[in-house]
């Protein structure tokens, strides 16, 4: 018999970073900076560079590992209704219109562990997510692990190393994420005269 294996796909985190222009020598090398830090970890991780090309791309990005036990997600719905009379012909109506908003939240945590004793990646993969957060106007982030995708706006954050080694370097963190992304459909305006007549 053949059993197919599981595919497995790593968790992706993106965060907007565009920054503003500001045509110096100090921005130009920081750039740089930031591209030969995701090629060395590119060369670190035997693969493609996690937020690779980032002076090119409005979005850095970075592989993490994610705990798939630890998502959450919740969803409201708000609605309002505004009145309003108006005189119509020789008839006097009264208008509702309605309007909402559908927000859709994901909370989810991500772990960092080291492989190998001395190992400082815990450190720099928390610190550059903090840097990526920090240079991000919009705060807008997407997260995707296999087929859980999801952009929106990072509403809240929390980071905290867990383990450290003799040294004090940190071997074991976590960082504690929520997305939301809000949808606000057109106002629709219901003539209670029309209503009543209809029904």
């Given at each position: 018999?053949?059993?197919?294996?599981p595919?497995?796909?790593?968790?992706?985190?993106?965060i907007d970073?565009?920054?503003?222009?500001t045509?110096?020598?100090?921005?130009a090398?920081?750039a740089?900076?930031?591209?030969n830090?995701?090629?060395?970890?590119a060369?670190?991780q035997?693969?493609a560079?996690?937020?690779g090309n980032?002076?090119?791309?409005d979005?850095d990005e970075?592989a993490?590992?994610y705990?798939?036990?630890?998502?959450?997600?919740?969803?409201?719905?708000?609605e309002?209704?505004?009145?309003?009379?108006e005189?119509q012909?020789?008839q006097?109506?009264q208008?509702t219109?309605?309007?909402?908003?559908?927000?859709?939240?994901i909370?989810?945590?991500?772990?960092?562990h080291?492989?190998?004793?001395?190992?400082?990646s815990?450190?720099?993969?928390?610190?550059?997510?903090?840097?990526m957060?920090r240079?991000s106007?919009?705060?807008?982030?997407e997260?995707a692990?296999?087929?859980?995708?999801?952009?929106?706006?990072?509403?809240?954050?929390?980071g905290?190393?867990?383990?450290?080694?003799?040294?004090?370097v940190?071997?074991s963190?976590?960082?504690?994420m929520?997305?939301?992304?809000?949808?606000?459909?057109?106002?629709?305006?219901?003539?209670?005269d029309t209503?009543?007549?209809n029904?």
């Amino acid at each position: 018999m053949n059993h197919e294996q599981p595919s497995y796909r790593k968790a992706v985190l993106k965060i907007d970073c565009k920054e503003q222009n500001t045509g110096g020598i100090a921005a130009a090398k920081s750039a740089k900076q930031r591209q030969n830090l995701a090629a060395k970890r590119a060369l670190e991780q035997g693969g493609a560079a996690a937020g690779g090309n980032a002076g090119s791309r409005d979005r850095d990005e970075i592989a993490v590992q994610y705990n798939p036990a630890s998502i959450k997600y919740r969803a409201s719905v708000t609605e309002s209704d505004k009145v309003k009379y108006e005189n119509q012909g020789n008839q006097d109506c009264q208008i509702t219109t309605v309007s909402g908003e559908s927000t859709v939240g994901i909370s989810f945590s991500l772990l960092f562990h080291s492989r190998y004793s001395g190992d400082q990646s815990v450190r720099e993969q928390m610190e550059r997510i903090l840097d990526m957060i920090r240079r991000s106007s919009t705060k807008q982030v997407e997260f995707a692990w296999s087929n859980i995708q999801i952009e929106g706006r990072l509403v809240s954050f929390s980071g905290e190393y867990d383990m450290f080694d003799p040294s004090g370097v940190p071997i074991s963190g976590h960082m504690d994420m929520t997305i939301e992304t809000s949808r606000k459909p057109e106002p629709t305006d219901k003539t209670v005269d029309t209503l009543e007549a209809n029904s």
